[in-house]
């Protein structure tokens, strides 16, 4: 049980879940940077200021889920 929660801490699951299509390209970059391929897809990563800076570019298109 220690060593998931060890793999857990510093990091964050993140859910993509508009489209893109209609976005400007710079917001379709950050889609893409952080490491989606398709609609309503959830990915971790690391905790980091960059991630949560990407993040905050496009907090109408990406989701914090935990």
Not at 34 to 53: C, K, M
Request: net charge positive.
């Amino acid at each position: 049980m220690s060593a998931q929660k060890k793999n857990a801490a510093g990091m964050i699951q993140l859910k993509w879940v508009r489209s893109a299509i209609a976005a400007p390209q710079k917001h379709k970059r950050v889609v893409r940077g952080l490491g989606f391929t398709r609609l309503n897809q959830v990915i971790e990563r690391e905790d980091t200021p960059s991630i949560r800076g990407m993040v905050a570019k496009v907090p109408h298109l990406v989701k914090v889920v935990q």
